[in-house]
């Protein structure tokens, strides 16, 4: 039979818990979440990778491990491709999977935000930062594409920027603007 401290100690930590998962809804993503629904069918359905095609792979290997920190998890063949998993410096939660060789058509690349965004299908990745500004001044030295101007979008109380890697994949950079 638990003591009376133990229960104390277990409502505690829960609540704790239930506090900082709130704290990661709200602060993290600047709007209230909706609960989430363990009881769904398709509640195993969760967010892993985002697939990038370049037409070289080490080039790619190289840009995405030194203009953005990521990190290579794993490499592998497939056909005529050759394939790998990155993530950020900091975090696991996310992976770019890279996606070289085989038959290709060249991606457009854009210097007009505006233009990009009149094109039907994938238009660009998302990843949250802290500070825009001094990401953006890192990506400056670092020589990495900016398209465009960083702007604040009030609907969604972001601040953004684009970055595009050398194969016009574009990436947008987004600061949470805390009201």
């Given amino acids: 039979m ?3 401290m133990e229960i104390s100690l277990m409502t505690a930590m829960f609540a704790l818990f239930i506090t900082i998962a709130n704290a990661q809804h709200s602060d993290e993503t600047g709007f209230k979440m909706p609960a ?3 009881q769904s069918k398709l509640a195993g359905l969760n967010g892993n990778h985002v697939g990038v095609r370049v037409p070289d792979y080490a080039a790619a290997i190289k840009w995405y491990t030194e203009k953005l920190d990521f990190r290579v998890i794993h490499q592998w063949d497939y056909a005529d491709e050759k394939l790998a998993y990155l993530a950020p ?3 696991n939660d ?10 290709l058509v060249e991606n457009t ?3 007009d935000l505006g233009k990009s965004l009149e094109e039907a299908g994938y238009h660009h990745i998302c990843m949250h930062v802290t500070n825009l500004d001094a990401v953006l001044a890192e990506m400056k030295k670092r020589n990495v594409t ?4 960083t702007f604040y979008l009030e609907a969604i109380t972001r601040r953004l920027a684009f970055i595009q890697d050398p194969w ?8 949470v603007v805390k009201k």
């Fill in 168 to 175: 016009g994949n574009m990436i947008e950079l987004a600061e």
């Fill in 94 to 103: 996310f992976w770019l999977e890279i996606l070289a060789g085989g038959k």
């Fill in 36 to 38: 989430l629904n363990p």
């Fill in 89 to 91: 410096a900091n975090t």
């Fill in 146 to 149: 900016i398209v465009g101007q």
């Fill in 2 to 4: 638990k003591t009376n």
């Fill in 109 to 111: 690349k854009y210097d």
